[in-house]
């Protein structure tokens, strides 16, 4: 185990250090674009000569990338353009924002996916099983942006039970939670409770399985014993994918809702070419897209014993 999660870091950091380079070669090999980006186009070209070279844009490139890789390794993500303020006072707090929405739709998610999967699995064929399937199909093929158009039309102008923003202006309140995490599970249950019943149908069909049913073991100890362990590996890799997705996928939810979280502040920075800010978060996205992978790596091993990687 413990050499398995060494190679899973080292591969995590030759990952970051490739993005990491790509990402410097794209946005800050144009030392003339970077000023005006910064300054404006307005400014006149001595603005930007004494700008650049104050902060060391006419040093050799490979110099310019090892300290801009060592800004980022200690925290220091430049300053914002938008805000003029440090980036990681901006970043953090949308980030933690983002945290608290995708910890409430996990809390939903994995035991409403995972139930209805796991029973549609064992039951293939079953109108049980034909009734979540075709629940789940259509919800995930409604789009987000549809699906928060209907819920504000239903709970905000026609019942009037929730308010039709997130932004927490007067501090936190757990109604302008709602609808943001009503949306993203309405949108994600289904497409993981359809992996988890597509495995669970698999597993149920191996000679182990009936093998263990024909022997008269009880049939509840042979779901949770000897068929629910291997079904839960295809289920967690798509969980954790999500993870990536509620990180930077939910841009739609959070700008309609104007909800303070990562996804916003990553469109905003795009649409109004704050440099410093899109570096910033594209690294953090790509940290926690390894860091994920390197723990489904770690949890397979846990799941399945047989499974190592070489």
């Known amino acids: 185990m413990a050499i398995l999660i060494t190679k899973r870091l080292l591969m995590m950091l030759l990952t970051m250090f490739a993005v ?13 674009t970077i000023a005006i ?28 990338y090892i300290i801009w890789l060592g800004n980022f390794i200690t925290g220091d993500f430049g300053t914002s353009t938008i805000y003029k303020i440090p980036v990681a006072e901006v970043l953090w707090p949308r980030l933690w924002n983002t945290t608290i929405l995708a910890f409430w739709v ?3 998610l994995v035991p409403v996916s995972l139930v209805l999967g796991i029973l549609s699995g064992m039951r293939e064929g079953s109108k049980l099983d ?3 399937s075709v629940v789940s199909i259509l919800t995930t093929s409604v789009p987000e942006f549809a699906s928060t158009v209907f819920f504000s039309g239903l709970f905000v102008f026609s019942l009037q039970w929730l308010p039709g923003t997130s932004s927490m202006f007067e501090g936190f309140d757990w109604k302008q939670l709602v609808l943001p995490v009503l949306v993203l599970l309405v949108y994600d249950f289904g497409y993981v409770t359809r992996m988890t019943r597509a495995s ?17 073991l009880p049939y509840k100890r042979v779901i949770l014993k000897h068929a629910l362990r291997n079904a839960l590996i295809a289920p967690f890799t798509v969980l954790m994918l999500q993870i990536n997705w509620l990180l930077s996928g939910v841009i739609v939810v959070e700008f309609f809702y104007a909800y303070k979280g990562f996804g916003a502040l990553l469109l905003e920075a795009a649409l109004r070419q704050d440099i410093y800010m899109i570096e910033a978060c594209t690294m953090v996205a790509v940290f926690v897209v390894v860091m ?13 014993p047989r499974i190592r990687f070489s």
């Open 37 to 64: 980006k910064v300054l404006g186009q307005f400014s006149t070209e001595e603005q930007r000569y004494l700008w650049l070279e104050r902060n060391g844009y006419y040093e050799p490139v490979y110099k310019r």
């Open 292 to 304: 994920t992978q390197v723990f489904s790596d770690i949890a397979y091993t846990l799941l399945n």
């Open 200 to 216: 669970m149908a698999e597993v149920m069909t191996t000679h182990y399985v009936r093998t263990a049913v024909l022997k008269g």
């Open 20 to 32: 990491s380079l790509i990402l410097f070669l794209l946005l800050e090999i144009d030392v003339d």
């Open 130 to 132: 034909r009734t979540i």
């Open 106 to 108: 996990f809390v939903f």
